[in-house]
């Protein structure tokens, strides 16, 4: 009984340190993804730059639904950018929705 105890103790322990770090914000989000090519601000880092990146403060970008943005987080947009598709490296339709918002915010 001893061992079962400790055991759900320490799980507790353990989903207590873990939890926590599952949700993302914002910011966390758009820093882990899209900072490094897009600007801490989203008018583009030199690399950026250097591959095209967009300006998130562009006219074309604030027009944008967010449903278009969020295809570009999730799939890549039309184009079907593969640097883009974050879908399949786990970030989720509901973080996207967040990367979306964050990204009309940085007018």
Same mark, same amino acid.
């Not at 295809?71 to 786990?90: C, T």
């Given at each position: @009984?001893?061992?079962?105890?400790? =055991?759900?103790?320490?799980?507790?322990?353990? +989903?207590?340190?873990?939890?926590?770090? +599952?949700?993302?914000? /914002?910011?966390?989000?758009?820093? !882990?993804?899209?900072?490094?090519?897009?600007? &801490?601000?989203?008018?583009? %880092? !030199? *690399?950026?730059?250097?591959?095209?990146?967009?300006?998130? %403060? %562009? #006219? !074309?970008? /604030?027009? @944008?639904?967010?449903? &278009?943005?969020?295809?570009?987080?999730?799939?890549?947009? #039309? /184009?079907?950018?593969?640097?883009?598709?974050?879908a399949s490296?786990?970030?989720? =339709? &509901?973080?996207?929705?967040? +990367? *979306?918002?964050?990204?009309? =915010? +940085?007018?």
């Amino acid at each position: @009984m001893k061992k079962v105890i400790l =055991a759900v103790v320490v799980l507790a322990i353990a +989903l207590f340190i873990v939890l926590p770090n +599952l949700s993302w914000t /914002q910011e966390d989000l758009y820093k !882990a993804k899209c900072a490094g090519c897009h600007g &801490a601000d989203g008018k583009g %880092s !030199a *690399a950026g730059k250097k591959m095209g990146a967009q300006e998130f %403060s %562009s #006219p !074309a970008v /604030q027009k @944008m639904p967010d449903a &278009a943005i969020v295809d570009y987080i999730e799939n890549g947009g #039309p /184009q079907k950018k593969a640097s883009h598709a974050f879908a399949s490296k786990g970030v989720s =339709a &509901a973080d996207a929705a967040k +990367l *979306a918002i964050y990204i009309k =915010a +940085l007018k």
